[in-house]
């Protein structure tokens, strides 16, 4: 099992993730999974497809778009400290600002193993542009000879394994009936992450943990988690869904 000695393993923190991870020692994450904000004035009401937006929880934190190259710098650099050197990360990205995460992901030094096409159903409808039906996912890694790559994880048979390893994946979004994040990851999407880039005992970390989703996903599947959130209302909901998990 992986040695982190502080921060504390299995943990999420409410704090400002860029600070948070200056605290975890270098080279003892296994693989990140992060869907960071995008930068794009993102209010935290949209998005939810016609659904209660009185369920959603305030308090979403977007970053000035001036900013998010330094921003995407700092947690990247980051991020590459603490990554082991088998260790990768998956890096959730609209187009707009797509090209400061890459200018960082390559000026830190990660190289580049795909870039996945998530395709959903349900693009926010635009009356003069085609309507956005994809997040990218960029696949990245420290060191491609020594990554984890479990290829045979999901299918023994070769072909729904060639659909599973497919560059675009359809994913449907997730509904929720109670109270919810703006902006939920699909549990299946996280699963297909982790069972290819990690494996049991290993440690995931996610800076941007939103509703909590790596993190509860990973607890189920076995691995270790960390996580930084930095709304307090995001943040508590995390505990109540990873308390929740405990007690099934
Ligand atoms: C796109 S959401 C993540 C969604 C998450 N993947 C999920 O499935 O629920 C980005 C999150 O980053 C948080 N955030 C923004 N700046 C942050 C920072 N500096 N440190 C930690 N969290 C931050 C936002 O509040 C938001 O919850």
Not at 1 to 23: A, E, W
Not at 188 to 209: A, C, M, R
């Amino acid at each position: 099992m992986s040695q982190i000695q502080s921060p504390s393993l299995n943990k999420v923190y409410n704090q400002d993730c860029i600070s948070g991870m200056k605290n975890i020692p270098s080279e003892s994450i296994d693989l990140i999974v992060t869907d960071p904000p995008f930068a794009i004035k993102f209010d935290g009401k949209q998005g939810n497809y016609g659904r209660d937006s009185s369920k959603v929880l305030d308090g979403y934190v977007e970053i000035p778009k001036e900013d998010y190259p330094k921003f995407s710098l700092d947690w990247i650099t980051e991020s590459y400290r603490v990554l082991k050197d088998s260790g990768s990360m998956y890096v959730f990205s609209g187009f707009n600002n797509m090209k400061d995460i890459l200018n960082a992901l390559d000026s830190v030094g990660f190289t580049l193993q795909s870039n996945v096409i998530w395709e959903y159903p349900f693009g926010l409808y635009a009356k003069k542009n085609f309507v956005v039906s994809h997040y990218n996912i960029f696949y990245v890694c420290k060191n491609p000879k020594k990554r984890i790559f479990n290829s045979d994880c999901r299918f023994s048979n070769s072909k729904p394994r060639y659909h599973d390893l497919i560059s675009v994946w359809k994913i449907k979004k997730e509904f929720w009936k109670g109270k919810k994040t703006p902006t939920k990851l699909p549990t299946e999407i996280i699963k297909k992450i982790l069972q290819y880039s990690s494996n049991p005992g290993d440690l995931v970390l996610d800076p941007f943990s939103g509703s909590g989703q790596v993190l509860t996903t990973s607890k189920s599947l076995g691995r270790n988690y960390l996580g930084f959130e930095i709304v307090p209302g995001y943040f508590e909901f995390i505990q109540e869904r990873l308390t929740m998990e405990e007690e099934k």
